[in-house]
């Protein structure tokens, strides 16, 4: 059987263990809103107001394709594509363009 001292040496291994893995998770969680922050700065300053209003729109609906949108948005800007901020319009248009194309579903008779 282990002695006192060595279970005493395990518990203290463990805690600190412990603390260390709650450390990096605080750090991981830190560094995470740091990116969501300066993402919603870049989406502030590359979309209008009622873009922005349909980008929380499509967010609430499909958030995997709100993030795919946001990615894109900014992607353009970064690499300087844009020429100005996007309105309503333009991000519709945008929308077209990446939304998959549907299946047309028909059902004959046999």
Request: charged share 40%; proline share 2%; hydrophobic share 35%.
């Amino acid at each position: 059987m282990a002695s006192e001292d060595e279970l005493e040496g395990i518990r203290k291994r463990k805690y600190e263990e412990m603390l260390q893995s709650q450390a990096g998770a605080a750090a991981e969680e830190e560094k995470r809103q740091e990116l969501d922050e300066a993402k919603k700065n870049i989406i502030r300053q590359v979309l209008t107001t009622d873009a922005r209003e349909r980008l929380n729109n499509i967010k609430m609906a499909k958030p995997e394709f709100a993030d795919v949108l946001e990615n894109q948005l900014i992607g353009l800007a970064q690499t300087g594509r844009l020429k100005g901020k996007i309105d309503d319009t333009q991000l519709k248009e945008l929308l077209r363009q990446i939304m998959p194309k549907k299946r047309e579903i028909s059902i004959t008779r046999v």
